[in-house]
């Protein structure tokens, strides 16, 4: 993203206030500032103006325009409190004023914003748009020609957001929408539009990193290819090697960034966040037995400690139940030395593959588009086809850069259709990398029994008579939450390309209405919840407790959006009871408190000794 320069109008005439049209401009802007505030872009310059406002105050003096915010960047949270609390103050104090036809100043205010932003930025390149909120689209009271010519002087684009509730067809006769048609690259958008957008949990946009840069190769010995010639593999007369790279098609993504601070206090006895560096020590401890105890106490041990330097510390490796140390000579030897490439080592049919033995996030594999050549491209295509056609997966040797680990992958074809900008649509051959466990992965485990079971206080449970019964209601179950063949599935791959998706501005608007409801209507397309329950309740708490002063917190709720993802999707209606009842399942209270549950439990029926006596018995005869 280059560099931005936004600045808002908001019209605050008394029908602006009245509507709350300037308080849903104020959420949208809060919302706007405090997303910027988290990036903290120094090159992304924020203003604010007040149009049709009793209020004058602006570098060229003209009446009823008040510049409530200079430019300003990077934009910081502090900053964005004072902003949202001034404009809150204002419309307080104005929220009674009769009505006023006097006060028209919606093109002066486009002007003072136009000069404003030449004298601040003068011959830089930086994208200018200015976003005007109001609910009057008949105040500009221009002709055609004065149109042209104040889209040639405002050099910036204008993004209109409509507050009233007028109809499409009474919209279109207005000179706003006009000036809009006339400057490029300008929309329109509804108040509700912008506030639903931001309540929307949006999928953000994660550029492509290479990950991989290396040969695919097949029939080559791996002990020739680990040198550090690159081109070791192309002397083998049985080796076959492709140029390809990876991107990474899905990555696990964090929380929140968080730093460890302490509360302390300046010289104005105003409490402020310092940041806490670490410091790691090492210490050892000198245990010497404690003499004095007496027989019947039990031996105590007192330590005194001991400060060592860093460079005193070394690692110990572990055998067995004890630790060796190496020395640097074997240290060295111990890290096995390894080289880019992607070794085949054979090929498996796809249904020979479990799932479950996919224990990685994917990467695409496609063929170089910066080292390779047509060749490149034409081997990797056929090879691409002609597994799809057979109904294979690859098992390979996967190393991503010298000296890391190596991992044995599964590579599935696929093919990924997509539009580009001129709507043609083209198939971009590629191989899924997925890793594949170790055997040192895999683990051992108990399932619990199935059969001869037992309540919670060890009371045998009769033999289930209705089996079928039991079976055909699991079933019904199943297919009540199926999600195979949902008509609100988009079509559209998930993957797209990055000039369809990124945006030429940070402002949050509904560009992509199309991706957006797909997100919302596939059930297979689940956000990250958490991270954005972090943000929701962060700025909630901003805006409760620094913004209104609110003394108490309230933890706001889920978002709609948000609780249908993670809600159980349910295709068919079906009545579990029965189930429940023929599964003699016991549902819990999860209201109750730990003693209450207790409580409940020791209430039950529990086997005396004898019993308990005679069943440990049996349990050693078997």
Not at 411 to 421: N, R, Y
Request: negative net charge; glycine residues 2%.
């Amino acid at each position: 993203m280059s560099s931005e320069s936004t600045t808002f109008i908001v019209d605050v005439s008394p029908s602006m206030i009245k509507k709350d049209c300037v308080f849903k401009s104020m959420a949208y802007l809060e919302y706007t500032l405090l997303n910027k505030s988290k990036k903290n872009r120094k090159t992304d310059w924020v203003s604010c103006y007040l149009a049709n406002c009793p209020v004058s105050g602006n570098s060229q003096e003209v009446p009823n325009v008040f510049q409530i915010q200079p430019f300003l960047a990077p934009v910081t949270t502090t900053d964005t409190i004072k902003f949202i609390r001034h404009l809150k103050q204002y419309c307080d104090q104005h929220s009674h004023d009769g009505t006023t036809e006097d006060l028209q100043s919606m093109i002066q205010c486009l002007l003072v914003a136009s000069l404003d932003i030449k004298q601040k930025f003068q011959a830089r390149k930086i994208s200018k748009q200015i976003v005007v909120f109001t609910d009057n689209l008949d105040e500009l009271d221009i002709t055609d020609e004065e149109i042209e010519v104040l889209a040639k002087e405002l050099n910036a684009r204008i993004i209109l957001v409509d507050c009233s509730k007028k109809g499409q067809e009474e919209k279109k006769q207005s000179n706003w929408l006009k000036l809009v048609k006339a400057i490029p690259n300008s929309n329109v958008y509804t108040i509700n539009e912008l506030l639903i957008e931001i309540t929307s949990p949006a999928t953000s946009v994660v550029k492509p990193v290479r990950v991989f840069s290396g040969e695919l190769r097949f029939g080559a010995d791996v002990l020739s290819t680990q040198t550090p010639n690159p081109n070791s593999g192309i002397k083998d007369k049985n080796c076959i090697c492709i140029k390809v790279e990876a991107f990474p098609a899905t990555k696990a993504v964090s929380g929140l960034n968080r730093k460890t601070v302490v509360e302390t206090e300046d010289s104005n006895m105003k409490k402020k966040f310092v940041a806490v560096k670490s410091i790691i020590e090492y210490e050892i401890h000198s245990e010497e037995k404690n003499k004095k105890a007496n027989e019947d106490e039990e031996m105590e041990s007192s330590y005194t400690s001991v400060v060592i330097s860093k460079d005193s510390v070394t690692k110990a490796y572990r055998y067995g139940a004890d630790y060796v140390v190496l020395p640097s000579v074997l240290v060295d030897q111990t890290v096995y030395e390894t080289f880019p490439g992607l070794d085949v080592r054979g090929f498996l049919d796809r249904e020979a593959l479990p799932r479950y033995y996919l224990t990685s996030e994917s990467s695409f594999i496609i063929a170089d588009t910066r080292l390779g050549c047509l060749s490149d491209t034409m081997a990797f295509g056929a090879l691409v086809d002609v597994m799809l056609e057979n109904r294979k997966v690859a098992v390979a040797r996967y190393v991503s850069k010298k000296d890391s680990e190596v991992n044995m992958c599964a590579l599935c074809p696929i093919l990924v259709e997509h539009a580009d900008m001129d709507s043609e649509t083209k198939v971009v051959r590629s191989l899924t990398l997925c890793r594949l466990p170790f055997a040192e992965d895999e683990r051992v485990t108990d399932f619990p029994k199935l059969l001869n079971r037992t309540t919670t206080s060890g009371t045998p449970l009769e033999q289930e008579t209705d089996e079928h019964e039991i079976d055909e209601l699991m079933e019904q179950l199943v297919d009540s939450m199926d999600t195979d063949e949902l008509p609100a599935v988009s079509v559209d791959n998930y993957y797209q390309p990055i000039s369809r998706v990124t945006a030429d501005t940070t402002l949050p608007l509904p560009f992509l209405k199309k991706e957006r409801e797909a997100n919302k209507k596939d059930p297979l397309r689940v956000p990250t919840v958490f991270i954005y329950r972090q943000q929701q309740v962060l700025m909630e708490w901003i805006h409760q407790l620094m913004i209104n002063d609110s003394k108490e917190f309230q933890i706001p709720e889920l978002p709609d959006s948000l609780k249908e993802k993670i809600s159980p999707y349910l295709f068919k209606n079906f009545d579990s009871n029965e189930l429940v009842k023929l599964l003699r399942i016991k549902k819990v209270d999860k209201s109750k408190l730990p003693s209450e549950l207790k409580d409940e439990l020791e209430r039950e029926k529990i086997p005396d000794l004898e019993t308990l006596l005679k069943r440990g018995e049996q349990d050693s005869k078997e």
